[in-house]
């Protein structure tokens, strides 16, 4: 009987452990800031991709002008936010077979946000399990072996540099993260840094996470 007991409890213990052990490994939820104050109530956050390149298939897709527009809150503890806006203009291919048929579009918009910690750095991440992110890339040309409509999904996280103000989105962050786009069920590549700025009544003070 004694025996069993201490086999109960070396298991019971060993469970503790482990669950111990995810949850510090699962990072803590970091909230937005404005100049070291921590955010009350709801503020827009504007900001332009400095650079940004997808490769859809093969194809490598980039915009020249890419914009969002986003509300940010802090909620139980965590912060919280959404993309409420996604305009591209100015979308080009880099292969001439298969030129785009018009501009990248966002779509299903708004998309949700919330605030982690991974690895000892603050993400940013964006979509979520039935609110992904989804955005429609149309190529065109007679002999585009890519011809047609594809609808490119998924999350996303990228890494927050509260000194630059900006926010970082590559192959790392989404490896770091466990995150990616994709389209047919294959992999999109996708690198982009935007900048972050707060447009109403935290304008000109620092964005942190």
Known sequence: MRGKITTALTILLAAFALSAAASATAGASPVWKFNGTELTGKETVVGAATSSKMTVLGVGVECKHFLYNSKVFNEA?????????LPLF??????????????????????????????????????EAGKEVEVEVVFTGIFCSLFGRHIVKGTV???????????????????????????????????????????ESHRLQNLEA
């Open 157 to 199: 996280a990228g890494v927050v540099n509260n000194s630059a103000q900006t926010a970082t989105f590559d192959s790392e962050t989404f490896k770091a993260t466990g995150t990616g786009l994709f389209t047919s069920f294959l992999a999109v590549e996708w690198a982009a840094e935007f900048t972050v700025e707060a447009f």
């Open 77 to 85: 503890g965590s912060g919280k936010g959404e993309i409420t806006e």
């Open 90 to 127: 100015e979308c080009a291919s880099n292969d001439v077979l298969c030129p785009l048929a018009k501009e990248v579009e966002a779509k299903s918009l708004p998309w949700p946000g919330h605030l982690a910690t991974v690895g000892g750095k603050d993400y940013v991440f964006i979509g």
